[in-house]
């Protein structure tokens, strides 16, 4: 059985760093599309970053603030956040697909998600 497990979310203030992990499980995922998506209360799940063959994409809003990396060695996949914002608030998911993209519809494996709030 597939399973995404995301960790790292929590409270911090406006300025702060933190780091999200999503530990893969299952299946190896070095071939694989490892992304993060970011809903908010009230708002659609929208794209953050995607990391695939050595390439990283990310949505406007968080470009040179945050940084998707990983580990294949350890099917883990991170997301460094800097700087933060009251905006980055909400839960954050890992997603694993067959290609890299910023439309959900292309994943196949979800994480449950973990909780980011930004405080001003």
């Known amino acids: 059985q597939v399973r995404l497990v995301e960790s790292g979310g929590g409270l911090v203030q406006a300025g702060d760093s933190l780091r999200l992990s999503c530990v893969a499980s299952?299946?190896?995922?070095?071939?694989?599309?490892m992304a993060w998506f970011r809903q908010a209360p009230g708002k659609e799940r929208e794209f953050v970053a995607v990391v695939m063959s050595g390439h990283q994409y990310y949505s406007d809003s968080v470009q040179g603030r945050f940084t998707i990396s990983r580990d294949i060695a350890k099917n883990t996949v991170y997301l460094q956040m800097n700087s933060l914002k009251p905006e980055d608030t909400g839960v954050y998911y890992c997603?694993?697909?067959?290609?890299?993209?910023?439309?959900?519809?292309?994943?196949?494996?979800w994480g449950r998600g973990t909780q980011l709030t930004v405080s001003s």
């Open positions: 299952g299946r190896p995922f070095g071939a694989s599309a």
């Open positions: 997603a694993a697909g067959p290609v890299g993209s910023s439309l959900n519809n292309r994943y196949h494996y």
